[in-house]
Antibody, heavy 121, light 107 residues
């Protein structure tokens, strides 16, 4: 059973920074693309970012491009999201999610429990 | 690609059939997934490829459609099925996009 555990959320002031982590286990982490997906309080789901299994390709939603950076350390089975210049509208639960086994498809076959980021003064 | 789900809320009695719709602003072929989310929980993958059930998903959940029109059907609602359901396209990205969700509530 795939396990994804996010951490690093908290309260941060507008303009501040935060780094989220996702610890992966019970699957071969280095073989799968990984995503961050967020959900503002009471709202729907929004895809944030994707990183290929070897870290060679990264993609971002327009809403976070230039402010957020996705990375991974396959030796530690860990996924990261560095969030800079945070805004109130970045307030959300952030989930890490795993790509399916099929290399060319991009949906989310496993999810972590999420970590809450609150941007407020 | 904009994904539109309807209705926003669906009131159904236990044991009844529920039919949820998802429309894409342009063709996504069969590159569509459905997720279920219960309060305070992460989403769970139900369907991918428009009609293939994910591992462990009961047979009462079925998906259909292709192109721009998709349907998730729950044949006989159980108490544990009352939740919010999201569709997501993965044919043309970035970005990967979700519908706004349909809340299935007890009638």
């Amino acid at each position: 059973q795939v396990q994804l555990v996010e951490s690093g959320g908290g309260v941060v002031q507008p303009g501040g920074s935060l780094r989220l982590s996702c610890a992966a286990s019970r699957f071969t982490f280095s073989s799968f693309g990984m995503h961050w997906v967020r959900q503002a309080p009471g709202k729907g789901l929004e895809w944030v970012s994707f990183i290929r299994s070897d870290g060679s390709d990264k993609y971002y939603a327009d809403s976070v491009k230039g402010r957020f950076t996705i990375s991974r350390d396959n030796s530690k089975n860990a996924l990261y999201l560095q969030m800079n210049s945070l805004r109130a509208e970045d307030t959300a639960v952030y989930y890490c999610a795993k790509d399916p086994p099929t290399v060319t498809t991009r949906y989310f076959d496993s999810w972590g429990q999420g970590t809450l980021v609150t941007v407020s003064s | 690609i904009v994904m539109t789900q309807s209705p926003a809320t669906l009131s159904v009695s236990p044991g009844e059939r529920a039919t949820l719709s998802c429309r894409a602003s342009q063709s996504v072929s069969s590159n569509l997934a459905w997720y279920q989310q219960k309060p305070g929980q992460a989403p769970r993958l139900l369907i991918y490829g428009a009609s293939t059930r994910a591992t462990g998903i009961p047979a009462r959940f079925s998906g259909s459609g292709s192109g721009t029109e998709f349907t998730l059907t729950i044949s006989s609602l159980q108490s544990e099925d009352f939740a919010v359901y999201y569709c997501q396209q993965y044919t043309n990205w970035p970005p990967l996009t979700f519908g706004g969700g349909t809340k299935v509530e007890i009638k």
